[in-house]
């Protein structure tokens, strides 16, 4: 069936970075958008970029530019979300969900990848 | 950016209640309004697309309406697996922006 798998949960130290894939299967991945949403705990969704897989273009939320990175493997259809010198701020849950144009909704998503920054 | 406003932010209803959510938009996004539902712990689920599309697999009690700046999510009669926290998009134009939610909770 068509799904969106991500890695596992993450402890990281201020100032370090992670990276988040986000595996496709049961779909054309070059088809779709990917967006990538963070939920800060006890907080709303917040939209952080999206990346299309069949052409590489991407775009960025102005607070997370320069910040994060998001790129694809189309030999492996997965998508990454790279976030560099991580704060404590940026303790969320981080989905990729997918969206068909960047008009409709998003209509499948990742079960979600945990990070928690402290020392 | 378009800054999403729903209302209310919380409500408590009893199972056969019908409830209403609402979403404005701080500028006109025609129909490019999306529905999610999410429950603890668990991922957003896509309810209704362009205002007022039923996502395949949605019951039928979920529907939703309006165009321009405001918008309504109407569950006819809540069910107990309906109890959630309920978030309004605009795909209209970059970024994406959501609403702050509505929790939904039992009365």
């Known amino acids: 069936q068509v799904q969106l798998v991500q890695s596992g949960a993450e402890v990281k130290n201020p100032g370090a970075s992670v990276k988040v894939s986000c595996k496709a299967s049961?779909?054309?991945?070059?088809?779709?958008?990917i967006h990538w949403v963070r939920q800060a705990p006890g907080q709303g969704l917040e939209w952080m970029a999206w990346?299309?897989?069949?052409?590489?273009?991407?775009n960025y939320a102005q607070k997370f530019q320069g910040g994060v990175t998001v790129t694809r493997d189309t030999s492996i259809i997965t998508a990454y979300m790279d976030l560099t010198r991580l704060r404590s701020d940026d303790t969320a849950v981080y989905y990729c969900?997918?969206?068909?144009?960047?008009?409709?909704?998003?209509?499948?998503w990742g079960q979600g990848t945990t990070v928690t920054v402290s020392s | 950016d378009i800054q999403m406003t729903q209302s209310p932010s919380s409500l408590s209803a009893s199972v056969g209640d019908r409830v209403t959510i609402t979403c404005r938009a701080s500028?006109?996004?025609?129909?490019?309004l999306n529905w999610y539902q999410q429950k603890p712990g668990k991922a957003p689920k896509l309810l209704i697309y362009?205002?007022?599309t039923l996502q395949s697999g949605v019951p039928s009690r979920f529907s939703g309406s309006g165009s321009g700046t405001d918008f309504t999510l109407t569950i006819s009669s809540l069910q107990p697996e309906d109890f959630a926290t309920y978030y309004c998009?605009?795909?209209?134009?970059?970024?994406?922006?959501f609403g702050g939610g509505t929790k939904v909770e039992i009365k």
């Open positions: 500028q006109s996004i025609s129909r490019y």
């Open positions: 362009a205002a007022s």
């Open positions: 998009q605009q795909s209209h134009s970059t970024p994406p922006t």
């Open positions: 990346i299309n897989p069949n052409s590489g273009d991407t």
């Open positions: 049961g779909y054309t991945f070059t088809g779709y958008y």
């Open positions: 969900a997918r969206g068909s144009s960047l008009y409709d909704g998003m209509d499948v």
